[in-house]
């Protein structure tokens, strides 16, 4: 019954895809481009909603706005686990994503966000960060692969092609991508290094491990100043 349904429910993916793909090419009520007068200090706070992988107290936090056909993002994907691999046992460091797909230049960019966050709502947060890792690892994916990958993650395809015809989370998605043009990102991948007590660290670009790495220690510093002034107060 199972193997029956994966042909089924491949086709309706596929094909909500590529009429998403057709819409949002055209759509233009959300741009692309950031202006110059983008600010840093407007990303929009961490909350319960947001996808965490890590300590959601961790003094700071990485605030990724990433595009799943953004092949720079794919490689930033690898780069990020490796800084969470290292600081996040610690509780130190945390790593949020969040959508910013470049519809005019990546016509399946919003279907695929829609994707990822559907599975995200029907299986939960941690399928959410398997099925983003398969989607990045298998750059360019194909439209009907989608419901295999969704099953990969733990994920019901049924239950997110539903959810994808639905647009119940494009909201969610169009909220995350204006506050990235507001933050002042113009690509993909951008991030920002934010702890409390400075300004947040701007990332644009698919900077190395070692430029992070630094960037995080100095963050770290920060952080402990702050919390050593706030125990003599």
């Known amino acids: 019954m199972k193997n029956s ?25 959300v741009q692309n481009t950031a202006s110059s007068s983008g600010n840093p200090s407007a990303v929009l706070p961490v909350n319960a909603s947001d996808h965490i992988l890590g300590n959601p107290s961790a003094p700071v936090k990485i605030i990724e706005y990433s595009d799943f056909e953004c092949q720079y993002c794919a490689q930033f994907q690898q780069t990020l686990h490796r800084l969470i691999n290292n600081y996040g046992p610690t509780g130190k460091v945390a790593w949020i994503f969040r959508n910013f797909p470049l519809t005019k230049i990546h016509p399946g960019a919003m279907r695929y966000a829609e994707a990822a966050e559907c599975v995200a709502k029907t299986a939960g947060n941690g399928a959410f960060w398997k099925f983003a890792d398969i989607l990045f690892a298998n750059q360019p994916v194909a439209s009907s692969d989608i419901g295999k990958y969704a099953r990969e993650a733990g994920a019901n395809p049924a239950s997110v092609a539903s959810c994808i015809i639905s647009k119940s989370v494009d909201a969610r998605i169009n909220a995350q991508r204006a506050n990235a043009i507001a933050a002042g990102a113009a ?42 002034q706030a125990a003599r107060q």
Do not use: C, D, W
């Open 5 to 29: 349904m994966v042909v089924p429910i491949a086709i309706l993916i596929g094909g909500a895809i590529v009429a998403g793909a057709v819409y949002f090419t055209t759509e233009s009520r």
């Open 187 to 228: 690509g993909t991948p951008y991030a920002l290094i934010v702890v409390s007590g400075a300004a947040p660290v701007v990332i644009n670009g698919a900077y190395p491990y070692s430029y992070l790495k630094q960037e995080i220690e100095t963050a770290l510093a920060i952080a402990h100043s702050a919390r050593t």
